[in-house]
């Protein structure tokens, strides 16, 4: 005989919902990351009971049918409906979590980290917990490990404007030294503006494996001497 969820089944699957995406979301704050624990949690709960009510739905649908033969032609429990929509609809709350700043783009991971929670909530609540515990573990590794054996270092454009040619040219280079940014090429070019010479240097880098853009940016505009810095399409 079929039956509906018992009450232990029920708290089993939510508290492993929490302990998957609490761990996910742990690893999401610390790197502060848009979404962080609580934000994990609630959507892999959600997608938990999402998928429990769907399968409650299936099993009242046979109980109905047991006892109903008559209705048994017009009953319908599709088992994907509402998982499909809690799929699609994460897409919508992942699509928040995206930055656009300074021609930076950040929080992709983040929305696909929540999009992944969701279906590791779906699996959990569906009760295929090999699934859910397999697709925990290798999320978790990405998430966590992949950057660290995996380093790919995007190469960019960067065109810094900047006053007195030696101080500031020894203090750019320092800066890429400290922060090992390796300098793939470079070009210059000068010209005069009220009675000043600007230079202008446009480097291609490969950022340090700690900094961003938006963190070059700033710190190579804490020195006064550095009238723009910009990257520029290669």
């Not at 959507?43 to 109903?68: D, K, S």
């Not at 928040?96 to 991971?109: A, D, K, Q, W």
């Amino acid at each position: 005989m079929i039956s509906q969820l018992s009450v232990l089944t029920v708290i089993t699957r939510l508290l492993v919902s929490v302990l998957f995406a609490g761990i996910i979301g742990i690893d999401r704050a610390y790197k502060h990351r848009p979404a962080g624990l609580r934000t994990h949690i609630l959507v892999c709960l959600g997608a938990c009971i999402i998928a429990m009510i769907q399968q409650n739905i299936g099993f009242n649908a046979i109980e109905m049918a047991r006892h109903y033969p008559e209705v048994k032609g017009v009953l319908r429990a599709d088992d994907a409906r509402l998982i499909a929509q809690v799929v699609s609809g994460i897409g919508f709350l992942g699509a928040g979590t995206i930055i656009v700043e300074h021609h930076s783009i950040r929080g992709l991971t983040t929305a696909a980290s929540l999009w992944v929670v969701a279906c590791i909530g779906l699996a959990v609540g569906m009760g295929d917990y090999i699934i859910a515990v397999a697709g925990f573990l290798v999320v978790y590794a990405v998430l966590g490990f992949l950057k660290k054996i995996i380093r790919i270092s995007p190469v960019r454009k960067l065109r810094v404007e900047y006053l007195h040619k030696v101080e500031t040219k020894k203090f750019i280079d320092d800066y890429f030294k400290k922060n090992e940014i390796t300098v793939e090429g470079v070009r210059f070019s000068v010209y005069k503006r009220d009675d000043e010479k600007v230079y202008t240097n446009v480097y291609s880098i490969d950022f340090g494996k700690n900094l961003d853009y938006v963190d070059i940016v700033e710190g190579l505009s804490m020195n006064s001497n550095i009238i723009k810095v910009e990257t520029i399409n290669v």
